[in-house]
């Protein structure tokens, strides 16, 4: 998976921002989908610093999972947990549907792969995003795009 600029939410200049997802389709596509399916949305979390994505708690027939959004990008994925620095991925094919109209969900066969020297120069991602990297030394995809840098 190429990783476009500024996905992480770090740029490098104040006249190119991210650009932004409709936080609000997001929430409503959550809620509606939770009706649908004899479940309910628990939480709804806009990005706040330091994070960089929407998130949705939902509970279907006992079972609890996360519904991640980043806020930069149309880049969707699942969890089970969703805590500070600690995000479990996991794959919910049966709900991909709903949301693969909207969004590219991305599954945990790429955000579980390993970050290299090799993978991080075919990216996209600025300089600042580079330093943040640098710093924060994630292990894995899945973790620029969900993260929770400040």
């Given at each position: 998976m190429?990783?476009p600029?500024?996905?992480t939410?770090?740029?490098d ?12 389709q997001?929430?409503?596509?959550c ?10 949305v628990?939480d ?7 994070t ?10 006992g079972?609890l ?12 994925a ?7 620095e600690n995000?479990h991925?996991i794959d919910?094919?049966?709900?991909n549907?709903p949301?693969?109209s ?8 790429e955000?579980?792969?390993p970050l ?9 991602l600025?300089r ?16 620029i795009?969900?993260?929770y840098?400040?």
């Open positions: 190429k990783l600029n500024e996905v939410g770090f740029y200049s104040k006249l190119n921002k991210p650009p932004q997802v409709d936080g609000e997001f929430k409503q596509l809620f509606d989908f939770a009706s649908r399916n004899r479940g309910k628990m709804f979390v806009t990005p706040q610093y330091p960089n994505f929407y998130y949705a708690q939902v509970e279907m027939l079972n999972f996360f519904i991640l959004l980043n806020e930069h990008y149309p880049y969707l699942f969890a089970s947990v969703v805590e500070f995000i991925f919910r094919p049966v709900l549907e949301f693969s909207f969004y590219q969900v991305i599954g945990t066969g955000l579980h792969v290299n020297q090799g993978l991080i120069k075919k990216t996209e600025n600042a995003e580079l330093e943040q990297i640098a710093h924060w030394k994630p292990e894995t995809v899945g973790q795009i969900f993260n840098w400040d």
